[in-house]
């Protein structure tokens, strides 16, 4: 099986107790997806100590990510039960489809006798090759409508030009599109028409990316209404 890469990293090094029956090697990997994969794999080796180890339950805390335990029973269902000495690994398999970027995603362990669960965590480093930077313009409602700027930046090995882009509330937020180095840099400049009501919008890109999930990016505009904070001495009364 390819796990793409995937580079274990702990950070205290072995966890090691006089109370743990379950020592892991990490409980943090990090994971360097490629631009075009769409599911990596990382793992959790550990071995069981002092009289053994029963699992209750591994759970993934996002629907991303998928844990599983090995080896598997002869009947291909789960270890639970441990026993000392004896050697597995806790895999989890991380969907990369709705994230770019630096992602931390959790599996939480239960141990039979233990309080507190285990935590282990996959960091998965998603190249962003169509970058929006920032993906959101906002403005206060009332305030002055002056312009905006997001930059796209293309963040791979070869260029990805922009083909066409629309927004959706151009009446309200009126964009120019401009092209800094073709298949590498480009600007949206925003200038709202009237910021005394709040709006919402959207500005959609279509680039002649291979990859599929940076065919198209999305930049977003608002205003909304300023949120007024309270005095430190009166939010505590």
Not at 201 to 223: E, N, P
Request: hydrophobic letters at 35%; a positive charge; aromatic letters at 8%.
């Amino acid at each position: 099986m390819n796990y793409f890469n995937a580079t274990a990293l702990s950070l205290f090094g072995t966890i090691m107790s006089l109370s743990a029956k379950m020592v892991f090697e990490t409980k943090l990997v990090v994971i360097e997806a490629n631009p075009d994969e769409i599911f990596v794999t990382g793992e959790f080796p550990f071995e069981v100590t002092g009289d053994g180890e029963t699992i209750i339950s591994y759970d993934a805390l996002c629907s991303c990510l998928a844990g599983r335990v090995e080896p598997l029973l002869p009947d291909r269902s789960a270890k639970l039960n441990w026993k000392a000495g004896e050697k597995g690994v806790i895999k989890a398999r991380f969907d990369t489809s709705r994230f770019l970027g630096t992602v931390d995603k959790a599996i939480e362990l239960k141990l039979e006798g233990e309080k507190d669960p285990i935590h282990l965590i996959v960091r998965v480093n998603v190249p962003e090759l169509v970058q929006l930077k920032p993906s959101t313009l906002k403005w206060d409602k009332g305030s002055e409508a002056k312009e905006k700027v997001i930059k796209v930046k293309i963040n791979h090995t070869e260029p990805i030009k922009i083909l066409s882009h629309a927004g959706n509330n151009e009446k309200s937020y009126p964009y120019e599109l401009k092209t800094i180095k073709e298949g590498w840099e480009y600007e949206i400049r925003v200038k709202p028409t009237d910021t005394s009501q709040s709006g919402i919008g959207m500005i959609s890109l279509r680039t002649d990316s291979k990859i599929g999930k940076f065919k198209r990016a999305t930049a977003y505009v608002t205003t909304k209404p300023k949120l007024k904070m309270k005095p430190l001495t009166e939010a505590r009364e």
